[in-house]
T-cell receptor, first 115, second 114 residues
Framework: EAQVTQNPRYLITVTGKKLTVTCSQN?????MSWYRQDPGLGLRQIYY???????DKGDVPEGYKVSRKEKRNFPLILESPSPNQTSLYFC??????????????FGSGTRLTVV | GENVEQHPSTLSVQEGDSAVIKCTYS??????FPWYKQELGKGPQLIID?????GEKKDQRIAVTLNKTAKHFSLHITETQPEDSAVYFC?????????????FGKGTHLIIQP
């Protein structure tokens, strides 16, 4: 089944303890992205990647890191989490065909709580 | 950057009636406009999209219209059913989605009353 898989689904951690949320897609998509979803603010892009070793900041990158060493994986790293990073996180992937780019396929989400 | 406004934030309709959700965008260079449906506990799912070279697109009970001059686009759902209850997001992008990300509206909670 074509999908984007995130782990873990739920995570509670303490301020300052480094964590990684993994994301993997099995569709051979070149584009991947991380979004956070907060009540009243909708979905906001954190980082995106256009291909292996190519990443760029989205609208809210502060406090996050990403890497794209393989095409299928795009982990999100929080080096020193803070309570304002408590949120619902989504990984997504998409592709292009000829001149056309296509909308994202989203994972099921990771609910992160930082205490 | 792009700014997408979405209205209403909550919409309640009777089962069988139509629902319309409207979005406006600010970047005249945007040319790809997808709509996502998010059910409770799940990630957003693409339900329909439209590019700037067409004014309307239909898929069974759902349709999207685009007015590039006015910079607004709308989602129309006809003959609504209980399973249509969800949060719907519109989005806009210059390069058609994945290449530079999507800017989302804040969402519309659609409630279908039995």
């Amino acid at each position: 089944e074509a999908q984007v898989t995130q782990n873990p689904r739920y995570l509670i951690t303490v301020t300052g303890k480094k964590l990684t949320v993994t994301c993997s897609q099995n569709m051979n998509h070149e584009y991947m992205s991380w979004y956070r979803q907060d009540p009243g603010l909708g979905l906001r892009q954190i980082y995106y990647s256009m291909n292996v070793e190519v990443t760029d900041k989205g609208d809210v990158p502060e406090g996050y890191k990403v890497s794209r060493k393989e095409k299928r994986n795009f982990p999100l790293i929080l080096e020193s989490p803070s309570p304002n990073q408590t949120s619902l996180y989504f990984c997504a992937s998409s592709y292009s065909h000829g001149d056309l780019n296509y909308g994202y396929t989203f994972g099921s989400g990771t609910r992160l709580t930082v205490v | 950057g792009e700014n997408v406004e979405q209205h209403p934030s909550t919409l309640s309709v009777q089962e069988g009636d139509s629902a319309v959700i409207k979005c406006t965008y600010s970047d005249s260079a945007s040319n790809y406009f997808p709509w996502y449906k998010q059910e409770l506990g799940k990630g957003p799912q693409l339900i329909i999209d439209i590019r700037s070279n067409v004014g309307e697109k239909k898929d069974q009970r759902i349709a999207v219209t685009l007015n590039k001059t006015a910079k607004h686009f709308s989602l129309h759902i006809t003959e609504t059913q209980p399973e249509d209850s969800a949060v719907y997001f519109c989005a806009a992008s210059r390069r058609g989605g994945g290449a530079d990300g999507l800017t989302f509206g804040k969402g519309t909670h659609l409630i279908i009353q039995p």
